[in-house]
Nanobody, 114 residues
Framework: VQLVESGGGLVQAGGSLRLSCVAS????????MGWYRQAPGKLRELVAT???????NYADSVKGRFTISRDNAKNTVYLQMNNLEPEDTAVYYC?????????WGQGTQVTVSS
């Protein structure tokens, strides 16, 4: 399984970005899909996840501002990020779980200026 993320960039505080992650290869039996982020000098942390049934989970720091969604027909997961804050600056990684294996994307940089 290969994951390709897109949509990162530089945005001012209060702005919006939409991240996309497309899975290719052996994509049957994909279960949860999610987004994680890692800021400089910090550990990678969960941002949001979505199950195959559509149940979502968010980090407290992004609740009400970020929305995760998925298109199973396109093997794609999205992260709509609104009202961005400088603290959201990080490399954002896509992750999918297929059977008992997790796959990670290469990451996309999100930078929020104050």
């Amino acid at each position: 399984v290969q994951l390709v993320e897109s949509g990162g960039g530089l945005v001012q505080a209060g702005g919006s970005l939409r991240l996309s992650c497309v899975a290719s290869g052996t994509t049957f039996s994909i279960n949860a899909m999610g987004w994680y982020r890692q800021a400089p000098g910090k550990l990678r942390e969960l941002v949001a996840t979505i199950t195959s049934g559509g149940s979502t989970n968010y980090a407290d720091s992004v609740k009400g501002r970020f929305t995760i969604s998925r298109d199973n027909a396109k093997n794609t997961v999205y992260l709509q990020m609104n009202n961005l804050e400088p603290e959201d600056t990080a490399v954002y990684y896509c992750r999918i779980d297929r059977s008992i294996v997790s796959y990670w994307g290469q990451g996309t940089q999100v930078t929020v200026s104050s």
